[in-house]
């Protein structure tokens, strides 16, 4: 799937999240005490989705623009 960093910011959470666990590719995951982190890539943007274990809910998405991909 091919979805820019602005539209992808201009989603609903849910939304993000269903799109991410379904399109993104994983290149990282940690936990640290109650925290799982996983790191997804998209072609120009990368999030990282933080669920907390101790209650299995999703606790914050951070989106970050790969600036790489817009060198010349």
């Known amino acids: ?7 992808f910011k201009n989603l609903e959470s849910q939304d993000q999240c ?3 666990l379904h399109n993104g ?6 936990t640290m005490n109650d925290l ?10 990368t999030v ?3 669920h907390n274990l101790s ?3 999703l606790a914050v998405i951070n989106v970050f623009q790969n ?4 060198a010349v």
């Open 67 to 70: 600036r790489a991909a817009y």
């Open 25 to 30: 590719k994983i290149v990282n995951e940690r």
């Open 18 to 20: 269903s799109l991410v």
């Open 48 to 50: 990282e989705l933080m």
């Open 36 to 45: 799982k982190y996983t790191l997804y890539e998209f072609s120009t943007f």
């Open 1 to 7: 799937m091919n979805i820019s960093y602005y539209d």
């Open 55 to 57: 209650n299995e809910k």
